[in-house]
T-cell receptor, first 111, second 113 residues
Framework: LAKTTQPISMDSYEGQEVNITCSHN???????ITWYQQFPSQGPRFIIQ???TKVTNEVASLFIPADRKSSTLSLPRVSLSDTAVYYC????????????FGTGTRLTVIP | DAGVTQSPTHLIKTRGQQVTLRCSPK?????VSWYQQALGQGPQFIFQ???????QRGNFPDRFSGHQFPNYSSELNVNALLLGDSALYLC????????????FGPGTRLTVL
């Protein structure tokens, strides 16, 4: 499983766009990139997944450059309720998966 | 459609005791994984069950064992509890073909005194 590196914490004001970058230099050809969000005392929640270029859903966008050695989760116009820990994971899409969460990025949205 | 459910919500045990945690996966899911999350840390993989067999295991001692039933529900058993076993225990379910997209339950908060 490819190791990932993320900033430990980030602060942002309400209404701003937040970009969280994850480094995964050893990503394998078959690996996908997946992001999870976790609120205190709750289980992580799937946000978005991608393989290359750009993926967008109703919650976020995921940008993946051509070399796939990094990815950026973009949260548009954050609100106080987006304060959470965000985890970047890399691994095979199918089969047995030991999801390695690391310590994630703690995002604090300030009013 | 019910999501992943876990029971109990909270549990307090003393050192040396044994505990059983339960999980019902999201409807239609066939794979169940268990994670331990200590305060301030990311979830750590314990093991995964598929077709009633342990398919993969993380770096946890044999005191941690599990089971998956024919209806895909699962149990996590921890024997000879240590203070360090105090954590949030998360159950996650998924389809075998979508291993990276998992749905987590609310967790069981275990406190060992």
């Amino acid at each position: 499983l490819a190791k990932t590196t993320q900033p430990i914490s980030m602060d942002s004001y309400e209404g701003q766009e937040v970009n969280i970058t994850c480094s995964h230099n050893n990503i394998a050809t078959n690996d996908y990139i997946t992001w999870y969000q976790q609120f205190p005392s709750q289980g992580p929640r799937f946000i978005i997944q991608g393989y290359k270029t750009k993926v967008t859903n109703e919650v976020a966008s995921l940008f993946i450059p051509a070399d796939r050695k990094s990815s950026t989760l973009s949260l548009p116009r954050v609100s106080l309720s987006d304060t959470a820990v965000y985890y970047c994971l890399v691994g095979y899409q199918t089969g047995a998966n030991n999801l390695f969460f690391g310590t994630g990025t703690r995002l604090t949205v300030i009013p | 459609d019910a999501g992943v459910t876990q029971s109990p919500t909270h549990l307090i045990k003393t050192r040396g005791q044994q505990v059983t945690l339960r999980c019902s996966p999201k409807s239609g899911h066939d794979t169940v994984s268990w994670y331990q999350q200590a305060l301030g840390q990311g979830p750590q993989f314990i093991f995964q069950y598929y077709e009633e067999e342990e398919r993969q295991r993380g770096n946890f001692p044999d005191r941690f064992s599990g089971h998956q039933f024919p209806n895909y529900s699962s149990e996590l058993n921890v024997n000879a509890l240590l203070l360090g076993d105090s954590a949030l225990y998360l159950c996650a379910s998924s389809l075998a073909r979508e291993g990276l997209v998992v749905y987590f339950g609310p967790g069981t908060r275990l406190t060992v005194l």
